[in-house]
């Protein structure tokens, strides 16, 4: 297996080409996660479609990622990986010109599904071909250049789709996929290379059981959380009969991988200690990358009252910051900074974007408020990044690289959709928590509250309005006011709750995560 492995390893001009493919097919499938954020209204205006069709834009991408990454190893072991990442690629293009040229809702959300099918295995299948084109003692190197793409991705797509639906029109989102489809399909049928490891299954020893119960189980769970809140949870017999259904899909897929000869999924590769932690590692990344990529947006458009492009503009800085921390962590790892002490750092530092973050949620913040935060944020993301996307396929070798890659995307999707969907319930629950309390002191007999009525009554009458209209219009705005500074209150928690979650891992990771140098792991893997 080793010499089988070792083949696929390329030098040169082949090795850029091959990177250079991969990180813009896997760049392309998380900008399309987030892009189309910011033309929804303008979709829906086109389309004639209500808010709750039109959600269903972004909710079928995200089932269909969630559904086919898993089975990304299966799926180009039966095809061959140069096949079937080709096959993605093309699949991905097409969609996104049939996504472009939508007459209905309906046609949209069916192309937007088939789009999320070729997207899902694009962002696995980039991980694993870079991992095995790169010799081992570079694979930091490589590894760097890969989550360079998954970080950029959330961060590019709300200012470049804002940009697209100014100046052009929502079609052109999906347009702009089509040449760089072209070019990377021909790129990947002239240089990408199957693995001889890989064996094909026929028909009678395909698992369609399991590939069955892994749809249902996962896709019902991907349902719950991107449509829970919407749907206020338990309250929703559809919430409660899928949250029922996503346990027994997955406990019965479970069972059936661990019992039957030819699983579509092998999980026994999760016995490898560096994978486990890493998947561990890959959610709680997801959840504060996403989580974080959703919520200041959020803050900035419904309460700052920003464009969605202002908001995506915001965080650039940020971004490229990570991607100069990139290189220099994967040269650390390289000289045999132990990995665990990196991730720690960066899970620490993490939290300290979230306590600045905390401190600065005011009425009145501005871009430059946000500065130093985000650039702390991008220190932490850099130190995060790399050293856990590396520990995590080391020293796994052949077919396994494959299977730990699409257990780490699924594991960073899910985080993600945890993150989104446990931080929209957090705002809301919490909103009604503070305005409730804040409601609870302010009496109308108060000296304070009068004054402040009498105040606000008197300047709306010196714009024309009587008496008691004047009061009526105090009255509103200072509840619009409590409702405000309720929000704030609520997006400070926000901050709060992920920076413990994070802080909370940092002795975790130094406990659990093996005391061995990068160079060793490295090594290791070549044998």
């Known amino acids: 297996m080793q010499q089988q492995s070792e083949s696929l390893v390329?030098?040169?001009?082949?090795?850029?080409?091959?990177?250079?493919?991969?990180?813009?097919?896997?760049?392309?499938?998380?900008?399309?996660?987030?892009?189309?954020?910011?033309?929804?209204?303008?979709?829906?205006?086109?389309?004639?479609?209500?808010?709750?069709?039109?959600?269903?834009?972004?909710?079928?991408?995200?089932?269909?990622?969630?559904?086919?990454?898993?089975?990304?190893?299966?799926?180009?072991?039966?095809?061959?990986?140069?096949?079937?990442?080709?096959?993605?690629?093309?699949?991905f293009t097409i969609c996104s010109f049939l996504c472009g040229n939508a007459h209905s809702i309906t046609e949209l959300i069916i192309f937007r599904f088939l789009q999320g099918m070729g997207g899902g295995a694009l962002l696995v299948t980039s991980q694993t071909i870079i991992t095995?084109?790169?010799?081992?003692?570079?694979?930091?190197?490589?590894?760097?250049?890969?989550?360079?793409?998954?970080?950029?991705?959330?961060?590019l797509g709300p200012p470049l789709g804002g940009y697209i639906v100014d100046n052009f029109s929502w079609p052109f989102i999906f347009f702009i996929n089509i040449p760089v489809g072209i070019v990377a399909t021909l790129?990947?049928?002239?240089?990408?290379?199957?693995?001889?490891?890989?064996?094909k299954r026929t028909a009678s020893e395909i698992d369609w059981a399991g590939i069955f119960l892994l749809t249902v189980g996962i896709s019902s769970l991907q349902y719950v959380l991107e449509k829970g809140q919407e749907d206020d949870w338990f309250n929703s017999k559809l919430i409660i009969?899928?949250?029922?259904?996503?346990?027994?899909g997955l406990y019965l897929f479970v069972w059936r991988q661990l019992e039957t000869r030819f699983p579509v999924v092998n999980l026994r590769v999760l016995k490898n200690g560096n994978l486990r932690m890493g998947v561990m590692l890959s959610f709680i990344m997801g959840f504060g990358t996403f989580g974080s990529t959703f919520v200041i947006p959020l803050f900035t458009q419904s309460l700052l009252g920003w464009t969605?492009?202002?908001?995506?503009?915001?965080?650039?800085?940020?971004?490229?910051?990570?991607?100069?921390?990139?290189?220099?962590?994967?040269?650390?790892i390289q000289r045999g900074v132990q990995q665990k002490y990196?991730?720690?750092?960066?899970?620490?530092?993490?939290?300290?974007?979230?306590?600045?973050?905390?401190?600065?949620?005011?009425?009145?913040?501005?871009?430059g408020d946000?500065?130093?935060?985000?650039?702390?944020?991008?220190?932490?993301?850099?130190?995060?990044?790399?050293?856990?996307?590396?520990?995590?396929?080391?020293?796994?070798?052949?077919?396994?690289?494959?299977?730990?890659?699409?257990?780490?995307?699924?594991?960073?999707?899910?985080?993600?959709?945890?993150?989104?969907?446990?931080?929209?319930?957090?705002?809301?629950?919490?909103?009604?928590?503070?305005?409730?309390?804040?409601?609870?002191?302010?009496?109308?007999?108060?000296?304070?509250?009068?004054?402040?009525?009498?105040?606000?009554?008197?300047?709306m009458r010196t714009h024309g309005l009587d008496s008691l209209t004047s009061r009526n219009t105090a009255y509103q705005m200072l509840d619009g006011s409590v409702t405000v500074q309720a929000t704030l209150l609520s997006y400070m928690d926000v901050f709060m709750m992920v920076g413990i979650l994070f802080v909370i891992f940092v002795p975790l990771v130094l406990l659990f995560i093996k005391k061995s140098s990068s160079k060793v792991s490295l090594a290791d893997a070549a044998h």
């Open 10 to 91: 390329e030098h040169g001009p082949r090795l850029v080409i091959i990177t250079v493919t991969a990180v813009f097919c896997a760049l392309l499938e998380i900008i399309d996660t987030t892009i189309v954020n910011v033309a929804l209204n303008n979709m829906r205006g086109s389309l004639g479609a209500t808010l709750n069709e039109i959600s269903w834009v972004i909710t079928a991408y995200s089932l269909a990622n969630v559904i086919i990454i898993p089975l990304t190893s299966w799926l180009s072991q039966q095809f061959g990986r140069r096949n079937y990442f080709a096959a993605s690629i093309i699949i």
């Open 308 to 332: 969605a492009q202002q908001a995506g503009v915001l965080q650039l800085p940020s971004t490229l910051f990570v991607a100069v921390m990139m290189p220099v962590v994967a040269m650390l």
């Open 132 to 155: 095995e084109s790169w010799p081992p003692e570079k694979r930091a190197m490589a590894q760097a250049i890969y989550v360079l793409g998954i970080i950029v991705g959330p961060t």
């Open 370 to 459: 946000f500065f130093w935060p985000l650039i702390v944020r991008g220190l932490g993301m850099g130190l995060l990044s790399v050293p856990v996307s590396t520990m995590s396929l080391s020293t796994l070798k052949g077919q396994e690289i494959g299977q730990g890659a699409a257990f780490t995307g699924m594991m960073r999707q899910l985080g993600g959709s945890f993150g989104v969907a446990l931080i929209s319930t957090f705002l809301s629950r919490e909103t009604s928590i503070h305005r409730v309390d804040m409601v609870s002191k302010l009496n109308v007999n108060d000296l304070n509250v009068q004054n402040r009525v009498a105040q606000l009554a008197a300047g």
């Open 241 to 248: 009969t899928l949250c029922i259904t996503a346990f027994l």
């Open 342 to 367: 990196l991730i720690a750092l960066g899970m620490f530092i993490f939290y300290i974007f979230c306590m600045m973050c905390y401190k600065i949620i005011v009425p009145d913040t501005s871009a």
């Open 187 to 199: 790129l990947t049928l002239s240089y990408v290379r199957s693995p001889k490891y890989e064996q």
